[in-house]
Protein backbone atom coordinates (compact mmCIF):
# COMPACT_ATOMS: atom_id res chain seq x y z
CA UNK A 1 0.00 0.00 0.00
CA UNK A 2 3.00 2.48 0.75
CA UNK A 3 4.09 2.09 -3.29
CA UNK A 4 0.95 3.94 -4.03
CA UNK A 5 1.48 7.18 -4.58
CA UNK A 6 -1.99 8.10 -4.07
CA UNK A 7 -1.49 6.62 -0.55
CA UNK A 8 1.50 8.63 0.15
CA UNK A 9 0.06 11.79 -0.92
CA UNK A 10 -2.92 11.33 1.15
CA UNK A 11 -0.50 10.30 4.22
CA UNK A 12 0.99 13.28 3.96
CA UNK A 13 -1.55 15.80 3.05
CA UNK A 14 -3.11 13.88 6.23
CA UNK A 15 0.47 14.96 8.39
CA UNK A 16 0.50 18.36 7.02
CA UNK A 17 -2.67 18.83 7.60
CA UNK A 18 -2.70 17.87 10.78
CA UNK A 19 0.15 19.43 11.94
CA UNK A 20 -1.21 22.86 10.83
CA UNK A 21 -4.34 21.59 12.59
CA UNK A 22 -2.71 20.81 15.82
CA UNK A 23 -0.60 24.25 16.13
CA UNK A 24 -3.97 25.98 15.30
CA UNK A 25 -5.79 24.44 17.75
CA UNK A 26 -2.85 24.99 20.57
CA UNK A 27 -1.95 28.40 19.79
CA UNK A 28 -6.40 29.12 19.90
CA UNK A 29 -5.97 27.23 23.58
CA UNK A 30 -3.12 28.86 24.72
CA UNK A 31 -4.79 33.02 23.59
CA UNK A 32 -8.19 31.35 24.86
CA UNK A 33 -6.63 30.20 28.72
CA UNK A 34 -4.63 33.38 29.09
CA UNK A 35 -7.54 35.62 27.75
CA UNK A 36 -9.72 33.80 30.07
CA UNK A 37 -7.30 34.52 33.27
CA UNK A 38 -6.81 37.69 32.59
CA UNK A 39 -10.69 38.24 32.58
CA UNK A 40 -10.86 36.41 35.77
CA UNK A 41 -8.43 38.68 37.76
CA UNK A 42 -10.12 41.68 35.66
CA UNK A 43 -13.19 40.72 37.39
CA UNK A 44 -11.63 40.27 40.94
CA UNK A 45 -9.68 42.67 40.72
CA UNK A 46 -12.94 45.04 40.76
CA UNK A 47 -14.18 43.38 43.18
CA UNK A 48 -11.55 44.04 45.75
CA UNK A 49 -12.20 47.76 44.67
CA UNK A 50 -15.98 47.79 45.40
CA UNK A 51 -15.26 46.02 48.52
CA UNK A 52 -12.49 48.44 49.74
CA UNK A 53 -14.88 51.42 49.30
CA UNK A 54 -17.93 49.59 51.06
CA UNK A 55 -15.30 49.22 53.82
CA UNK A 56 -14.67 53.08 53.77
CA UNK A 57 -17.89 53.94 53.82
CA UNK A 58 -19.02 51.93 57.29
CA UNK A 59 -15.92 52.71 58.79
CA UNK A 60 -16.97 56.35 58.12
CA UNK A 61 -20.20 55.88 60.03
CA UNK A 62 -19.24 52.82 62.86
CA UNK A 63 -16.39 51.26 64.61
CA UNK A 64 -13.16 50.01 62.24
CA UNK A 65 -14.41 46.18 63.25
CA UNK A 66 -17.73 46.75 62.86
CA UNK A 67 -17.28 48.69 59.49
CA UNK A 68 -15.13 45.43 58.35
CA UNK A 69 -17.87 42.86 59.52
CA UNK A 70 -20.25 44.42 57.93
CA UNK A 71 -18.79 44.84 54.75
CA UNK A 72 -17.89 41.31 54.64
CA UNK A 73 -21.38 40.33 55.17
CA UNK A 74 -22.25 42.73 53.01
CA UNK A 75 -20.83 40.65 49.96
CA UNK A 76 -23.11 37.39 48.46
CA UNK A 77 -20.82 36.24 45.64
CA UNK A 78 -20.64 32.43 45.00
CA UNK A 79 -17.16 30.86 45.18
CA UNK A 80 -15.73 34.28 46.78
CA UNK A 81 -14.48 35.28 50.24
CA UNK A 82 -13.08 38.31 51.80
CA UNK A 83 -10.81 39.81 54.41
CA UNK A 84 -10.10 42.96 55.47
CA UNK A 85 -6.93 43.39 57.61
CA UNK A 86 -5.53 46.74 59.42
CA UNK A 87 -1.89 46.38 58.86
CA UNK A 88 -1.58 42.35 59.60
CA UNK A 89 -3.97 42.12 61.90
CA UNK A 90 -6.86 40.34 60.92
CA UNK A 91 -10.43 42.66 61.14
CA UNK A 92 -12.73 40.15 59.76
CA UNK A 93 -12.57 37.37 57.68
CA UNK A 94 -15.66 35.41 55.77
CA UNK A 95 -14.01 31.97 56.55
CA UNK A 96 -11.24 30.69 57.74
CA UNK A 97 -10.00 29.44 54.43
CA UNK A 98 -8.92 33.17 53.57
CA UNK A 99 -6.96 33.28 56.42
CA UNK A 100 -5.34 30.41 55.88
CA UNK A 101 -4.50 31.44 52.06
CA UNK A 102 -3.10 34.74 52.80
CA UNK A 103 -0.79 33.09 55.41
CA UNK A 104 0.35 30.24 52.48
CA UNK A 105 0.76 32.91 49.71
CA UNK A 106 2.47 35.56 52.10
CA UNK A 107 0.69 37.64 50.05
CA UNK A 108 0.56 40.83 52.29
CA UNK A 109 4.06 40.60 52.39
CA UNK A 110 4.88 41.74 48.72
CA UNK A 111 2.10 44.30 48.46
CA UNK A 112 2.81 47.38 46.72
CA UNK A 113 2.00 50.91 46.92
CA UNK A 114 -1.55 51.96 47.86
CA UNK A 115 -4.65 50.93 45.20
CA UNK A 116 -2.22 48.73 43.29
CA UNK A 117 -3.72 45.14 43.19
CA UNK A 118 -1.67 42.40 43.77
CA UNK A 119 -2.60 38.54 42.47
CA UNK A 120 -1.61 35.40 43.76
CA UNK A 121 -2.53 31.78 43.62
CA UNK A 122 -2.74 28.96 46.51
CA UNK A 123 -0.39 26.65 45.75
CA UNK A 124 -1.84 23.04 45.20
CA UNK A 125 -5.48 24.31 45.21
CA UNK A 126 -7.76 26.24 42.67
CA UNK A 127 -7.87 29.16 44.44
CA UNK A 128 -6.70 32.88 43.47
CA UNK A 129 -6.08 35.74 45.74
CA UNK A 130 -6.18 39.45 44.87
CA UNK A 131 -4.90 41.91 47.74
CA UNK A 132 -5.29 45.44 47.55
CA UNK A 133 -3.62 48.04 50.09
CA UNK A 134 -5.76 51.83 51.00
CA UNK A 135 -5.77 53.92 53.61
CA UNK A 136 -8.39 55.26 55.69
CA UNK A 137 -7.95 58.47 57.85
CA UNK A 138 -4.39 57.79 57.41
CA UNK A 139 -3.95 54.04 58.85
CA UNK A 140 -3.10 51.20 56.09
CA UNK A 141 -5.87 48.64 55.02
CA UNK A 142 -5.98 45.47 53.14
CA UNK A 143 -8.90 43.99 51.56
CA UNK A 144 -7.95 40.37 50.23
CA UNK A 145 -10.47 38.18 47.60
CA UNK A 146 -10.36 34.73 47.59
CA UNK A 147 -12.45 33.20 44.38
CA UNK A 148 -12.09 29.52 42.97
CA UNK A 149 -10.50 28.49 39.95
CA UNK A 150 -13.10 26.06 39.09
CA UNK A 151 -15.19 27.54 36.92
CA UNK A 152 -12.47 28.30 34.75
CA UNK A 153 -10.99 25.22 34.46
CA UNK A 154 -14.09 23.72 33.62
CA UNK A 155 -14.15 26.31 30.31
CA UNK A 156 -10.87 25.13 29.59
CA UNK A 157 -11.66 21.38 29.98
CA UNK A 158 -14.38 21.45 27.73
CA UNK A 159 -12.33 23.35 25.35
CA UNK A 160 -9.99 20.69 25.34
CA UNK A 161 -12.39 18.02 24.81
CA UNK A 162 -13.67 19.88 21.89
CA UNK A 163 -10.11 20.38 20.54
CA UNK A 164 -9.47 16.63 21.09
CA UNK A 165 -12.26 15.22 19.97
CA UNK A 166 -12.90 17.33 16.78
CA UNK A 167 -9.20 17.60 15.64
CA UNK A 168 -9.41 12.83 14.68
CA UNK A 169 -13.14 14.19 13.25
CA UNK A 170 -11.50 16.69 11.21
CA UNK A 171 -8.72 14.55 9.87
CA UNK A 172 -11.01 11.45 9.32
CA UNK A 173 -12.92 13.95 7.05
CA UNK A 174 -9.88 15.32 5.50
CA UNK A 175 -8.52 11.81 5.06
CA UNK A 176 -11.46 10.94 2.58
CA UNK A 177 -11.00 14.28 0.49
CA UNK A 178 -7.55 13.76 0.57
CA UNK A 179 -7.58 10.56 -1.28
CA UNK A 180 -10.72 11.71 -3.18
CA UNK A 181 -8.53 14.91 -4.04
CA UNK A 182 -5.14 12.39 -4.74
CA UNK A 183 -7.35 9.85 -7.09
CA UNK A 184 -8.91 12.74 -8.94
CA UNK A 185 -5.29 14.52 -9.63
CA UNK A 186 -3.23 11.14 -10.42
CA UNK A 187 -6.07 9.85 -13.39
CA UNK A 188 -4.21 11.59 -15.72
CA UNK A 189 -0.73 10.04 -14.59
CA UNK A 190 -2.76 6.52 -14.73
CA UNK A 191 -3.87 7.49 -18.48
CA UNK A 192 -0.47 8.00 -19.49
CA UNK A 193 0.72 5.19 -17.66
CA UNK A 194 -1.49 3.08 -19.64
CA UNK A 195 -0.79 4.57 -22.85
CA UNK A 196 3.06 4.46 -22.10
CA UNK A 197 2.76 0.32 -21.51
CA UNK A 198 1.97 0.09 -25.21
CA UNK A 199 4.66 1.42 -26.58
CA UNK A 200 7.58 -0.67 -27.17
CA UNK A 201 11.38 -0.61 -29.29
CA UNK A 202 8.92 -1.48 -32.19
CA UNK A 203 6.88 1.29 -32.11
CA UNK A 204 8.65 4.65 -30.63
CA UNK A 205 7.29 6.86 -33.47
CA UNK A 206 4.01 6.78 -31.21
CA UNK A 207 3.33 9.40 -28.84
CA UNK A 208 1.21 10.53 -25.43
CA UNK A 209 -1.83 12.33 -26.02
CA UNK A 210 -2.16 15.70 -23.91
CA UNK A 211 -5.40 16.98 -23.52
CA UNK A 212 -3.24 20.33 -22.04
CA UNK A 213 0.04 20.55 -22.77
CA UNK A 214 0.22 24.14 -20.83
CA UNK A 215 -0.25 22.25 -16.78
CA UNK A 216 2.46 20.36 -15.38
CA UNK A 217 1.10 16.60 -16.44
CA UNK A 218 1.05 18.24 -19.78
CA UNK A 219 4.37 19.46 -19.43
CA UNK A 220 5.80 16.27 -18.10
CA UNK A 221 3.86 14.22 -21.34
CA UNK A 222 5.91 16.46 -23.78
CA UNK A 223 8.91 15.79 -21.79
CA UNK A 224 8.37 11.96 -22.17
CA UNK A 225 7.37 12.09 -25.65
CA UNK A 226 10.34 14.16 -26.45
CA UNK A 227 12.61 11.37 -24.34
CA UNK A 228 10.42 8.87 -26.90
CA UNK A 229 12.13 10.96 -29.63
CA UNK A 230 15.52 10.76 -28.25
CA UNK A 231 15.23 7.31 -27.99
CA UNK A 232 14.00 6.85 -31.15
CA UNK A 233 16.89 8.39 -32.71
CA UNK A 234 18.74 6.40 -30.26
CA UNK A 235 17.97 3.31 -31.70
CA UNK A 236 18.38 4.19 -34.80
CA UNK A 237 21.57 5.26 -33.81
CA UNK A 238 22.03 2.15 -32.07
CA UNK A 239 21.50 -0.52 -35.38
CA UNK A 240 23.71 2.10 -37.22
CA UNK A 241 26.20 1.37 -34.66
CA UNK A 242 26.22 -1.92 -34.99
CA UNK A 243 26.71 -1.96 -38.38
CA UNK A 244 29.89 -0.12 -37.83
CA UNK A 245 31.34 -0.87 -34.52
CA UNK A 246 34.38 0.89 -35.29
CA UNK A 247 32.69 4.02 -35.52
CA UNK A 248 30.93 3.61 -31.70
CA UNK A 249 31.82 7.43 -31.01
CA UNK A 250 32.28 9.03 -34.47
CA UNK A 251 28.86 8.12 -35.04
CA UNK A 252 27.35 10.15 -32.37
CA UNK A 253 29.79 13.19 -33.36
CA UNK A 254 28.67 12.90 -37.11
CA UNK A 255 25.45 13.26 -35.24
CA UNK A 256 26.00 16.58 -33.65
CA UNK A 257 27.69 17.80 -36.53
CA UNK A 258 24.77 16.85 -39.05
CA UNK A 259 22.49 18.65 -36.55
CA UNK A 260 24.44 21.69 -36.88
CA UNK A 261 24.43 21.66 -40.03
CA UNK A 262 20.25 21.53 -39.73
CA UNK A 263 20.25 24.05 -37.57
CA UNK A 264 22.30 26.52 -39.97
CA UNK A 265 20.11 25.45 -43.16
CA UNK A 266 17.05 27.26 -41.10
CA UNK A 267 16.28 30.66 -41.07
CA UNK A 268 17.07 31.84 -37.51
CA UNK A 269 18.63 34.91 -35.76
CA UNK A 270 22.55 35.35 -34.85
CA UNK A 271 22.24 34.89 -31.32
CA UNK A 272 20.27 31.80 -31.67
CA UNK A 273 22.85 30.27 -34.35
CA UNK A 274 26.17 31.07 -31.70
CA UNK A 275 24.09 29.72 -29.03
CA UNK A 276 23.54 26.67 -30.76
CA UNK A 277 26.72 26.48 -32.49
CA UNK A 278 28.46 26.52 -29.07
CA UNK A 279 26.10 24.29 -27.39
CA UNK A 280 27.36 21.85 -29.99
CA UNK A 281 30.67 22.47 -29.83
CA UNK A 282 30.93 21.92 -25.75
CA UNK A 283 29.20 19.16 -26.01
CA UNK A 284 31.65 17.54 -28.74
CA UNK A 285 34.87 18.71 -26.96
CA UNK A 286 33.39 17.39 -23.54
CA UNK A 287 32.35 13.87 -25.38
CA UNK A 288 35.92 14.03 -26.44
CA UNK A 289 37.76 14.68 -23.39
CA UNK A 290 35.51 11.95 -21.65
CA UNK A 291 36.19 9.14 -23.94
CA UNK A 292 40.02 10.49 -23.74
CA UNK A 293 40.01 10.24 -19.91
CA UNK A 294 38.24 6.40 -20.08
CA UNK A 295 40.49 5.67 -22.70
CA UNK A 296 43.72 6.73 -20.38
CA UNK A 297 42.14 5.06 -17.46
CA UNK A 298 41.57 1.81 -19.09
CA UNK A 299 45.03 1.65 -20.51
CA UNK A 300 46.17 2.25 -16.74
CA UNK A 301 44.14 -0.66 -15.40
CA UNK A 302 45.05 -2.85 -18.06
CA UNK A 303 48.78 -1.99 -16.88
CA UNK A 304 49.16 -0.61 -20.77
CA UNK A 305 50.25 2.81 -19.63
CA UNK A 306 53.71 3.89 -20.80
CA UNK A 307 55.18 6.82 -20.49
CA UNK A 308 57.18 8.99 -22.92
CA UNK A 309 59.80 10.60 -20.55
CA UNK A 310 61.21 13.23 -21.86
CA UNK A 311 63.40 16.49 -20.12
CA UNK A 312 61.29 19.71 -19.43
CA UNK A 313 60.89 22.81 -17.79
CA UNK A 314 58.06 22.11 -15.39
CA UNK A 315 57.71 25.80 -14.37
CA UNK A 316 57.06 26.55 -18.16
CA UNK A 317 54.54 23.40 -18.31
CA UNK A 318 52.62 24.82 -15.44
CA UNK A 319 52.49 28.44 -16.59
CA UNK A 320 50.77 26.97 -19.83
CA UNK A 321 48.72 25.10 -18.25
CA UNK A 322 47.80 28.58 -15.94
CA UNK A 323 47.65 30.53 -19.30
CA UNK A 324 45.15 28.20 -21.02
CA UNK A 325 43.13 27.98 -17.91
CA UNK A 326 42.40 31.73 -18.00
CA UNK A 327 40.01 30.94 -20.37
CA UNK A 328 37.99 29.33 -17.62
CA UNK A 329 38.74 31.91 -14.71
CA UNK A 330 38.29 35.13 -16.67
CA UNK A 331 34.39 34.40 -17.23
CA UNK A 332 33.82 33.23 -14.16
CA UNK A 333 35.42 36.93 -12.14
CA UNK A 334 38.03 34.13 -10.22
CA UNK A 335 41.31 35.26 -10.17
CA UNK A 336 44.14 33.10 -10.79
CA UNK A 337 47.91 33.80 -9.88
CA UNK A 338 51.15 31.86 -10.62
CA UNK A 339 54.30 32.10 -8.47
CA UNK A 340 56.94 30.45 -11.52
CA UNK A 341 59.63 30.85 -8.90
CA UNK A 342 63.05 29.15 -10.26
CA UNK A 343 63.28 26.95 -13.16
CA UNK A 344 62.72 23.72 -12.71
CA UNK A 345 64.02 20.75 -14.81
CA UNK A 346 62.33 17.66 -14.61
CA UNK A 347 61.97 14.27 -16.47
CA UNK A 348 58.18 13.00 -17.07
CA UNK A 349 55.39 12.69 -20.05
CA UNK A 350 54.99 16.12 -20.72
CA UNK A 351 51.30 15.25 -22.35
CA UNK A 352 50.16 13.33 -18.96
CA UNK A 353 51.52 16.48 -16.72
CA UNK A 354 50.03 19.06 -18.59
CA UNK A 355 46.47 16.95 -17.99
CA UNK A 356 47.30 16.55 -14.42
CA UNK A 357 47.91 20.34 -14.15
CA UNK A 358 45.00 21.51 -16.24
CA UNK A 359 42.64 19.03 -14.68
CA UNK A 360 43.69 20.47 -11.23
CA UNK A 361 43.12 23.91 -11.99
CA UNK A 362 39.73 23.35 -13.94
CA UNK A 363 38.78 21.37 -10.60
CA UNK A 364 39.56 24.44 -8.74
CA UNK A 365 38.08 27.23 -10.87
CA UNK A 366 34.90 25.16 -11.28
CA UNK A 367 33.63 25.46 -7.84
CA UNK A 368 35.54 28.59 -6.71
CA UNK A 369 32.89 31.23 -6.65
CA UNK A 370 33.36 34.67 -8.84
CA UNK A 371 35.30 37.37 -6.53
CA UNK A 372 37.20 34.11 -5.29
CA UNK A 373 41.23 33.10 -6.64
CA UNK A 374 43.42 30.26 -7.20
CA UNK A 375 46.96 30.16 -6.33
CA UNK A 376 48.92 27.87 -8.07
CA UNK A 377 52.26 27.49 -5.94
CA UNK A 378 55.51 25.37 -7.50
CA UNK A 379 58.50 24.46 -4.63
CA UNK A 380 61.35 21.95 -5.53
CA UNK A 381 64.14 20.86 -3.23
CA UNK A 382 66.95 18.13 -4.01
CA UNK A 383 64.74 15.10 -3.59
CA UNK A 384 61.26 16.47 -4.90
CA UNK A 385 59.01 19.05 -6.20
CA UNK A 386 55.73 20.57 -5.14
CA UNK A 387 52.76 21.63 -6.83
CA UNK A 388 50.25 23.51 -4.85
CA UNK A 389 46.86 24.23 -6.35
CA UNK A 390 44.85 26.20 -3.66
CA UNK A 391 41.65 27.81 -4.13
CA UNK A 392 38.88 29.49 -2.01
CA UNK A 393 35.59 27.98 -3.42
CA UNK A 394 33.29 25.71 -1.85
CA UNK A 395 35.40 22.83 0.05
CA UNK A 396 35.00 19.18 0.75
CA UNK A 397 34.00 17.54 3.93
CA UNK A 398 36.30 14.96 5.90
CA UNK A 399 33.95 12.09 4.85
CA UNK A 400 34.20 13.41 0.96
CA UNK A 401 37.83 14.43 0.76
CA UNK A 402 38.83 10.63 0.37
CA UNK A 403 36.55 9.63 -2.20
CA UNK A 404 37.29 12.72 -4.58
CA UNK A 405 39.62 10.69 -6.47
CA UNK A 406 37.41 7.99 -7.36
CA UNK A 407 36.10 7.81 -10.61
CA UNK A 408 32.21 9.41 -11.43
CA UNK A 409 32.15 10.32 -7.58
CA UNK A 410 30.79 13.74 -6.85
CA UNK A 411 30.85 15.22 -3.52
CA UNK A 412 27.18 16.49 -3.66
CA UNK A 413 24.40 17.90 -5.52
CA UNK A 414 26.39 21.06 -6.35
CA UNK A 415 28.99 19.54 -8.33
CA UNK A 416 26.64 18.60 -11.17
CA UNK A 417 27.65 17.19 -15.06
CA UNK A 418 26.16 20.26 -16.20
CA UNK A 419 29.20 22.17 -14.97
CA UNK A 420 31.31 20.48 -17.46
CA UNK A 421 32.50 18.23 -15.11
CA UNK A 422 33.31 14.26 -15.90
CA UNK A 423 33.59 13.21 -12.67
CA UNK A 424 36.99 11.57 -14.25
CA UNK A 425 39.30 14.92 -13.70
CA UNK A 426 40.79 13.74 -10.30
CA UNK A 427 41.08 10.04 -11.56
CA UNK A 428 43.28 11.55 -14.23
CA UNK A 429 45.50 13.40 -11.71
CA UNK A 430 45.89 10.67 -9.44
CA UNK A 431 46.63 8.18 -12.73
CA UNK A 432 49.34 10.81 -13.77
CA UNK A 433 50.74 11.27 -10.18
CA UNK A 434 51.19 7.59 -9.60
CA UNK A 435 52.29 7.00 -13.23
CA UNK A 436 55.52 9.68 -11.80
CA UNK A 437 55.68 7.93 -9.03
CA UNK A 438 54.39 10.60 -6.97
CA UNK A 439 51.19 11.50 -4.12
CA UNK A 440 48.56 13.47 -4.41
CA UNK A 441 47.06 15.04 -0.85
CA UNK A 442 43.84 16.74 -0.52
CA UNK A 443 43.39 19.38 2.43
CA UNK A 444 39.69 21.13 3.14
CA UNK A 445 37.62 22.57 5.06
CA UNK A 446 33.48 23.18 3.63
CA UNK A 447 33.18 26.77 2.91
CA UNK A 448 37.18 27.28 3.16
CA UNK A 449 38.25 26.21 -0.33
CA UNK A 450 40.64 23.66 -0.85
CA UNK A 451 44.28 22.83 -1.69
CA UNK A 452 45.86 19.92 -3.60
CA UNK A 453 49.81 19.08 -3.08
CA UNK A 454 51.35 16.91 -5.85
CA UNK A 455 54.60 15.69 -5.27
CA UNK A 456 56.58 14.13 -7.47
CA UNK A 457 60.02 12.47 -6.81
CA UNK A 458 62.96 14.27 -9.11
CA UNK A 459 64.18 11.60 -11.55
CA UNK A 460 67.67 10.98 -11.52
CA UNK A 461 69.38 13.93 -13.64
CA UNK A 462 67.09 16.11 -13.01
CA UNK A 463 68.57 19.48 -11.93
CA UNK A 464 67.65 22.97 -10.47
CA UNK A 465 69.14 25.76 -13.48
CA UNK A 466 69.81 29.04 -13.14
CA UNK A 467 66.96 31.37 -13.09
CA UNK A 468 66.39 32.97 -16.80
CA UNK A 469 64.81 36.43 -17.28
CA UNK A 470 61.19 36.66 -18.73
CA UNK A 471 58.45 39.04 -18.94
CA UNK A 472 55.99 39.56 -16.27
CA UNK A 473 53.57 36.39 -16.45
CA UNK A 474 50.05 37.36 -17.60
CA UNK A 475 48.68 35.81 -14.63
CA UNK A 476 50.18 38.11 -11.93
CA UNK A 477 48.50 40.58 -12.91
CA UNK A 478 45.09 41.14 -11.08
CA UNK A 479 41.96 40.08 -13.03
CA UNK A 480 39.01 43.29 -13.54
CA UNK A 481 36.70 42.66 -11.51
Known amino acids: MWSSIRFRLTIW ?89 VSSTGILSHLGPAGQTLFATEAGK ?36 IILFGIPAVLVLAAFGGFVLARKTLEPVMTISHQAERISAKNLDERLKIPNPKDELGQLAGVFN ?101 ALALPRGVRLTFEPGEDISFCGD ?32 TSAVQLIVSDTGIGITPECASRVFDRFYRVDSSRRRSDGGSGLGLSIVKLAVEAHKGCVELSSQPGSGSTFTVSLPLAVGSRKVPVRTFEPSFLERRLPR
Open 350 to 381: EELLKRMAVNLLDNAIQYTPSGGSVSVQLKAD
Open 126 to 161: RKRLAAMRFQVNGVNYTVVMLESLDELMLQLRRMRR
Open 226 to 326: ALLLRLDNSFRVMREFMADASHELRTPLAIIRAEAEVSLEQERSGFDYKQSLGIIRDQSKRMTRIVSDMLALARADAGQQKLRLEELYLNDLIEECCNAAQ
Open 13 to 101: YLLVFGLLLATFSAYVYSQLSLDLREQFDISLSRTVQTTAHTFIEFAERKQIVDGAEDTVAELHLDNVGAAIFQDRNLLAASSPEISDA
